[in-house]
C-alpha cells in the first residue's frame, strides 16, 4: 500500500528509486515508513507513504499519518534553551551558566542528581555540557547504576525501558513528581533516583560523550523554571505556531482529541508490540522526545531553522552547528553540537537529529537537501534513510 505525492515536474526516474529504497524497509522489518525529501534549488520535492499505519484498524501509512519522533525533539528543546540565552534570559554566561545557578530543583535534589564516588557533582555542569551530552550524565531510559546499555548490549535491567516494560509502557509519566512517585502517576527525575548507582557520573563535565535523556528532561524543566510556561506552551509559542507545524503537538499535553489508542497516530513497533495499537503509553519522553508530527512539518522546522526564518535563528544555527568531537562520539556521528549532530554519509555530511522509534531530520547544507521521516520501529539501522538523501545528491548535482 502506497500513497505519493508528487510535483507535475517530478521525474519518475528517481521517483522509482526512492520508492524502491522506501518499499525496502518493509523488507528490511519495518510496518510502515514515509519519507519526505525537499531540494528548494533544485525545484525538487518527494513525499512518499508506505505499509500499514495502524495494526488495529489495517489502514494504509499516508503522509498525513503523524508519528512520535523520539529524540528528534531534543533539537527543539535545544532551541528553547538557545532562544532564552540569546533573549538574555539565561544571564551573561548564556549556555555556559551552570545550571544548579537557576534552583530548578531545592538544594537536596541537586546534589543527588549528579554525584562522583558518592560525593554531589553537579555544581560544574554547564547547559553547554547538557546540551552536548558531555555532563557525566546517565541515560534514565537506558542505563542504570551497574551499567550503560552500550557496556551491556541492551536496555540495562534498572532503566526506564529495561526495568519493566509492561509497568512502564503503561503509567502515565510525568518529568517531575516533588511529592514523590506512584505506581500510577511517575516522575521520569523521580525514578531516575531511585535507581541505586545511576547518578555516578561517568565522566568529568565536558570530557567525554554519552548520550543522555536525563539532561534533557533537565533542560526541558529549566525551560519552564525561567520562563514560568510549560514546555509545550514554549513549544507552541516559540517555535510551533511561528513555524506553522500545525499537525505537530506534545505528546500527551497538548493533544488534539485522540482515541484511547491515541489514533489516527501512526503506530510505534518495540518489543514484538504496535505500541499504540496496544494502548502503551510512551509518556516518559516528554523534554527528551515528546513530539508528534509528520514528515511535511519536520522538514518545514528544519527550513525555518536553516533558512534563519525563526527569531535569533541567524545567531542560534552558528552555535548549534559549532561541532566538537569529544572522546566517545562514535562513527557515522562525526561533531556533536547543541541539540544536533554531525554526521557523515554516502554523499557528504548532515546535519540534525535521529529518534529511537526510527525517526530522522537530517539536512544536506552544501546542497540544501532536506529529510524528515520514520520507520516506525525501535532497532532501525540508524542510517536506514542514507540511500535516499544519496539518490537525491546524486540526482540534484
Given at each position: 500500500?502506497?500513497q505519493?505525492?508528487?510535483p507535475?515536474?517530478?521525474?519518475?526516474s528517481?521517483?522509482?528509486e526512492?520508492?524502491s529504497?522506501?518499499?525496502?524497509q518493509?523488507?528490511?522489518g519495518?510496518?510502515?515508513?514515509?519519507?519526505?525529501?525537499e531540494?528548494?534549488a533544485?525545484?525538487?520535492?518527494?513525499?512518499?507513504?508506505?505499509?500499514?499505519?495502524r495494526?488495529?484498524?489495517?489502514?494504509?501509512m499516508?503522509?498525513?499519518?503523524?508519528?512520535?519522533?523520539?529524540?528528534v525533539?531534543?533539537?527543539?528543546?535545544?532551541?528553547?534553551v538557545?532562544?532564552l540565552?540569546?533573549e538574555g534570559?539565561?544571564?551573561?554566561?548564556?549556555?555556559?551558566?551552570?545550571?544548579?545557578?537557576?534552583?530548578?530543583?531545592?538544594?537536596?535534589?541537586q546534589?543527588?542528581?549528579?554525584?562522583?564516588?558518592?560525593?554531589?557533582?553537579?555544581?560544574?555542569?554547564?547547559?553547554?555540557?547538557?546540551?552536548?551530552?558531555?555532563?557525566g550524565f546517565?541515560?534514565?531510559?537506558?542505563?542504570?547504576?551497574s551499567?550503560?546499555s552500550?557496556?551491556?548490549?541492551?536496555?540495562?535491567p534498572?532503566?526506564?525501558?529495561?526495568?519493566d516494560?509492561?509497568?512502564?509502557?503503561t503509567?502515565?509519566?510525568?518529568?517531575?513528581?516533588?511529592?514523590?512517585?506512584?505506581?500510577?502517576?511517575?516522575?521520569?527525575?523521580?525514578?531516575?533516583?531511585s535507581q541505586?548507582?545511576?547518578?555516578?557520573a561517568l565522566s568529568?563535565?565536558?570530557?567525554a560523550?554519552h548520550?543522555?535523556d536525563?539532561?534533557f528532561?533537565l533542560?526541558a524543566?529549566?525551560?519552564e523554571?525561567v520562563?514560568?510556561?510549560s514546555?509545550?506552551?514554549n513549544?507552541?509559542?516559540r517555535?510551533?505556531t511561528?513555524?506553522?507545524l500545525q499537525?505537530?503537538?506534545?505528546?500527551?499535553r497538548?493533544?488534539?482529541?485522540?482515541?484511547?489508542?491515541?489514533?489516527p497516530?501512526?503506530?510505534v513497533h518495540a518489543y514484538?508490540?504496535?505500541?499504540l495499537?496496544?494502548?502503551?503509553?510512551?509518556?516518559?519522553?516528554?523534554g527528551?522526545?515528546g513530539?508528534?508530527?509528520?514528515a511535511?512539518d519536520?522538514?518545514?522546522?528544519?527550513?525555518?531553522?536553516?533558512?534563519?526564518?525563526?527569531p535569533g535563528s541567524?545567531?542560534?544555527?552558528?552555535?548549534?552547528?559549532a561541532?566538537s568531537?569529544p572522546?566517545?562520539?562514535a562513527?557515522p556521528?562525526?561533531?556533536v553540537g547543541?541539540?544536533l549532530?554531525?554526521?557523515?554519509?554516502?554523499?557528504g555530511?548532515l546535519?540534525?537529529?535521529?529518534g529511537?522509534?526510527?525517526a530522522k531530520?537530517?539536512?544536506?547544507?552544501?546542497?540544501g537537501?532536506y529529510?524528515?521521516?520514520?520507520v516506525?520501529?525501535?532497532g532501525a539501522?540508524?542510517?536506514?534513510?542514507h540511500a535516499?538523501?544519496a539518490?537525491?545528491?546524486?540526482?540534484?548535482?
Amino acid at each position: 500500500m502506497t500513497q505519493r505525492t508528487r510535483p507535475a515536474n517530478a521525474t519518475t526516474s528517481i521517483d522509482n528509486e526512492l520508492d524502491s529504497l522506501l518499499e525496502g524497509q518493509l523488507v528490511a522489518g519495518a510496518r510502515n515508513a514515509v519519507a519526505r525529501i525537499e531540494a528548494p534549488a533544485a525545484g525538487f520535492v518527494y513525499e512518499h507513504a508506505v505499509g500499514v499505519a495502524r495494526e488495529d484498524t489495517g489502514e494504509a501509512m499516508t503522509p498525513d499519518h503523524r508519528f512520535h519522533t523520539a529524540s528528534v525533539s531534543k533539537s527543539m528543546t535545544a532551541l528553547l534553551v538557545l532562544q532564552l540565552a540569546d533573549e538574555g534570559a539565561l544571564g551573561p554566561k548564556g549556555v555556559d551558566a551552570r545550571y544548579v545557578e537557576f534552583e530548578v530543583f531545592p538544594d537536596d535534589i541537586q546534589e543527588r542528581l549528579l554525584t562522583r564516588g558518592g560525593q554531589p557533582a553537579f555544581a560544574g555542569v554547564t547547559l553547554r555540557h547538557m546540551l552536548t551530552h558531555t555532563s557525566g550524565f546517565r541515560d534514565a531510559f537506558v542505563d542504570d547504576g551497574s551499567g550503560t546499555s552500550k557496556e551491556i548490549g541492551r536496555p540495562a535491567p534498572g532503566s526506564i525501558i529495561g526495568s519493566d516494560a509492561t509497568r512502564n509502557f503503561t503509567a502515565a509519566w510525568s518529568p517531575w513528581l516533588p511529592d514523590g512517585d506512584t505506581m500510577e502517576v511517575r516522575g521520569v527525575v523521580n525514578f531516575y533516583l531511585s535507581q541505586p548507582g545511576i547518578t555516578e557520573a561517568l565522566s568529568e563535565p565536558g570530557a567525554a560523550f554519552h548520550y543522555s535523556d536525563t539532561a534533557f528532561v533537565l533542560l526541558a524543566l529549566l525551560v519552564e523554571r525561567v520562563t514560568g510556561e510549560s514546555y509545550h506552551a514554549n513549544l507552541g509559542e516559540r517555535i510551533l505556531t511561528p513555524c506553522d507545524l500545525q499537525d505537530s503537538y506534545l505528546a500527551y499535553r497538548d493533544d488534539p482529541p485522540l482515541g484511547p489508542r491515541r489514533q489516527p497516530e501512526s503506530d510505534v513497533h518495540a518489543y514484538g508490540i504496535p505500541m499504540l495499537s496496544s494502548g502503551k503509553n510512551l509518556s516518559f519522553d516528554w523534554g527528551g522526545g515528546g513530539l508528534v508530527t509528520t514528515a511535511r512539518d519536520l522538514v518545514r522546522f528544519q527550513r525555518a531553522l536553516a533558512e534563519h526564518r525563526l527569531p535569533g535563528s541567524s545567531r542560534i544555527l552558528p552555535e548549534m552547528t559549532a561541532w566538537s568531537r569529544p572522546a566517545g562520539l562514535a562513527e557515522p556521528r562525526t561533531g556533536v553540537g547543541l541539540g544536533l549532530f554531525r554526521t557523515r554519509y554516502p554523499g557528504g555530511e548532515l546535519w540534525g537529529h535521529s529518534g529511537a522509534w526510527g525517526a530522522k531530520m537530517d539536512c544536506d547544507q552544501s546542497l540544501g537537501i532536506y529529510f524528515a521521516g520514520t520507520v516506525n520501529r525501535a532497532g532501525a539501522a540508524a542510517d536506514w534513510h542514507h540511500a535516499l538523501i544519496a539518490a537525491v545528491a546524486e540526482h540534484i548535482r
